[in-house]
């Protein structure tokens, strides 16, 4: 079965491909059968269900309250510690042969010890970092080496409270026939 060839392919290397000049002319809808999902109430019955599955409107919120947090490995600091000695970043301190870095005024937030492929991310300078979060794993590394991390803000994950349990009536009972009978006593002291 022969089909037919689009009008487009009959007019390559022209400009306007026989719709009149400039872009005022062919530019609508109507080629196309409508904008969006127009007409969609008039296809066949196998194309109706497409439509229905398609999901409409926006989905979820933008949270007011996300932090966007700027991570660095452990290698990557120990790789920038001369760049960052020469940009007044880290200070290389005098009596040993240690470094202290500021990551804040490198522009990041939190410091992460694992790496991807394959990079064990050891260090071998001792090091003294400040920084506003770090991953356990990089603070073991760090001390491992000799130096310190010193973590500035720490994330509270807030604790669900557990929903108490409805009495049974029977126990509800008892505690209100005790209350009762106090509530007697004292009056009978009285």
Do not use: C
């Amino acid at each position: 079965m022969r089909f037919k060839k689009k009008k487009v392919t009959k007019q390559r290397a022209s400009t306007y491909h026989g719709y009149g000049r400039s872009q005022s002319h062919h530019k609508g809808a109507g080629n196309r059968g409508g904008r969006g999902n127009a007409g969609s109430g008039k296809r066949s019955d196998g194309k109706k269900p497409s439509f229905w599955r398609l999901p409409t409107g926006r989905r979820g919120f933008t949270s007011i309250n996300k932090k966007i947090i700027n991570a660095i490995n452990l290698e990557d600091v120990y790789a920038n510690l001369k760049g960052w000695v020469a940009k007044g970043i880290a200070v290389k301190n005098q009596a040993g042969a240690s470094y202290q870095v500021d990551l804040k005024k490198a522009g990041y937030d939190k410091l992460l010890g694992t790496v991807g492929n394959g990079k064990t991310g050891e260090i071998k300078e001792k090091l003294f970092i400040i920084t506003d979060f770090a991953s356990g794993n990089a603070v073991e590394k760090v001390k491992a080496a000799g130096g310190e991390v010193k973590v500035l803000k720490t994330i509270v994950k807030k604790e669900k409270k557990k929903a108490e349990k409805p009495k049974k009536a029977a126990e509800k009972e008892k505690e209100t026939d005790e209350v009762e009978e106090a509530e007697v006593e004292e009056a009978d002291k009285e």
